[in-house]
T-cell receptor, first 113, second 113 residues
Framework: DGGITQSPKYLFRKEGQNVTLSCEQNLNHDAMYWYRQDPGQGLRLIYYSQIVNDFQKGDIAEGYSVSREKKESFPLTVTSAQKNPTAFYLC????????????FGPGTRLTVL | GENVEQHPSTLSVQEGDSAVIKCTYSDSASNYFPWYKQELGKRPQLIIDIRSNVGEKKDQRIAVTLNKTAKHFSLHITETQPEDSAVYFCAASAPNTGNQFYFGTGTSLTVIP
């Protein structure tokens, strides 16, 4: 999982602003995922992508957007439409689209001021 | 969709004792069940996983058992040590869902020296 990086580690946003979280992997993994983690809760899936130029909504996609223009990159944009964006955001990747292990990045903690 | 329930939410054990965490799932098509350990502010780390064609898997002090009929799986940690203190998450994944992981809400394990 050392091949997955996220930036920045901490991010502060004013209400009404869009922000983009970066996720990069050099593991040559096909699939990438974005999760949101809130205190006392499990990880909830926001978006996932199994191949370049394709992505699917997870359970809590409203207020978020993604792109997958390159295999190694899967940025997440938190838009102003997301009403409660303060959370810990985790990116993950998996070798291929079948049921298989997901490896996580170090996370980005987003705080709305 | 899949629903994963995890119990208990908190668990305290004396050093050297065993710890057991249980998860149930609802989708009979789920065939991959990983367990992750997450220390405060860090990324989840895979500690063990099991596939539906296996009933039990061991790795040193850690074991996972799966009962497909009852749709539940458990994590067993023997000879616990203070460094085992963390939050543990179970997850379930089915091939018909694009390898989406459905996570339990986590168990906070404290090992008392």
């Amino acid at each position: 999982d050392g091949g997955i990086t996220q930036s920045p580690k901490y991010l502060f946003r004013k209400e009404g602003q869009n922000v983009t979280l970066s996720c990069e992997q050099n593991l040559n993994h096909d699939a990438m995922y974005w999760y949101r983690q809130d205190p006392g809760q499990g990880l909830r899936l926001i978006y996932y992508s199994q191949i370049v130029n394709d992505f699917q909504k997870g359970d809590i996609a409203e207020g978020y957007s993604v792109s997958r223009e390159k295999k190694e990159s899967f940025p997440l944009t938190v838009t102003s439409a997301q009403k409660n964006p303060t959370a810990f955001y985790l990116c993950a990747s998996s070798p291929w689209r079948g049921a298989d292990t997901q490896y996580f990045g170090p996370g980005t903690r987003l705080t709305v001021l | 969709g899949e629903n994963v329930e995890q119990h208990p939410s908190t668990l305290s054990v004396q050093e050297g004792d065993s710890a057991v965490i249980k998860c149930t799932y609802s989708d009979s098509a789920s065939n991959y069940f990983p367990w992750y350990k997450q220390e405060l502010g860090k990324r989840p780390q895979l500690i063990i996983d099991i596939r539906s064609n296996v009933g039990e898997k061991k790795d040193q002090r850690i074991a996972v058992t799966l009962n497909k009929t009852a749709k539940h799986f458990s994590l067993h940690i023997t000879e616990t040590q203070p460094e085992d203190s963390a939050v543990y998450f179970c997850a379930a994944s089915a091939p018909n869902t694009g390898n989406q992981f459905y996570f339990g809400t986590g168990t906070s394990l404290t090992v008392i020296p």
